[in-house]
């Protein structure tokens, strides 16, 4: 049941105490990079002061931004040659955020990994495919040590060639695979195409599924069509990459590991610590990272956290799905929205098919919302009366959610253009080109190192 029994189980008052010893090394270990020396000696910090966890909400924020500004070493707090591995964030612009590793770092990193994965099930006489890049990007190497320290056999297929990856998950008799949630719904079109149920005839029955966000919808359409469990995986290269929070079977949130991260979840605009319950953004401080340890890192990324306790026994609280990202809100006509509304929405129609595009204009002063959305062959089968109705429908459902009326765009499956990486599920054309760029350097949604 339990990769590190002792750890996953410590009652939380021993944790709390693990954190606080951890957090007092990882502070005085912080003040010797460049970044930190200044921003602590500005801010009055020095390591004695540092008494309690609720001291750490008196430190500074660390941004994607001071990662750029630090660049390539400014948070570098041993000897470079101490380093093993780097990984970057490219970004489209700009300049790339660099995160190092010492073998201590990717050692941790890597029993992080296989701790997650064991507690999803995986165990040593699974074949572990894994389809994400390899490179720069973390989901490759990060799962792929995780999954080998497990005891598992690892194909490092890499992204793509769906026709391949299809044929390996027979031939190898893959039971385990890490797919992109969106590639894991196109790739049903090539199985379609080769004649194969993913179901029937392939030996899968675990689908780890990270990197971008999905919603539950999402999710119980990959396990109907695969039959599998798909646990949901989250991480940021900032903080390694994955393993850093992870679903237990209960499937009732992802355990952060709190032994090596201490959570907050703070109001984006105030900054002020929030409740469990409440939504808001998550802010991680690394407590066993030697290379590069970040204090405060604001992730951007929204959640909350699930209170009470997991059924399974562990004691790491459990986050939410990711709703989004603090950079991805769109506001059209006035009104907050977050792409996985229009998804929950959409994915709960069994004639939708397994690909979506929001596309935005501007007519005249007013925005426009466009729900491009692929639908089920069956469903084309029926003629224009059906597709009628099913747009209506959409739209009356869309209208509840999202409190005003977009417009509907139904066409055939296969005609909404999709990578193999992290889906692209927004095209907003109102802002000229240069507000595009400029989000985009200053930490917009555009930015991630792949896959
Ligand atoms: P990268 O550092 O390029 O790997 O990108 C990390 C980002 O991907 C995170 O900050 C999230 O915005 C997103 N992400 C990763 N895993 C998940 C997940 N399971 N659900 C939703 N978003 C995710
Ligand atoms: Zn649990």
Redesign the pocket.
Known sequence: MFWDKKIELLPREDLEALQMAMLKKTIRAAVKSPFYGQAFSENGTTPEKVKSLDDLRRLPFTTKQDLRSGFPDGFLTVDRNKVVRMHA?SGTTGTATVVYHSQKDIDRWTDLVARCLYMAGVRPSDVFQNMMSYGL???GLGLHYGAEALGAMVIPVGIGNSKRQIAFLQQFETTVAHII?SYSLKLLETFDEVGIDPKKDTGLRILV??????SEEVRERIEEAYGVFAV???????MN??GV?FECPQKSG?HLWEDSYVLEIVNPETLEPLPDGEVGE?VLTTLRREAMPLIRYR???LAMVHPGTCPCGRTHRRLS??K??SD?MLIVKGVNVYPIQVEQVLMAFEEVGNNYLILLDREGPVDQMTVRIEVTSALLAQGIEGLEALRAKIIRRLREEILFTPKVDLVEPGMIPAGDG?AVRVIDNRQPAYCTKLRRESGG?A?????
Request: aromatic share 6%.
């Open positions: 964030s990007f973390t989901g949630p599924v990270g990197a971008e966000p999905h949901n995986s989250y991480g940021l290269s900032e990459g994955p929070a992802l998550i992730t951007r990324d799905r990711i989004g990202r991805d992290k949604s930015e991630g190192s792949g896959p």
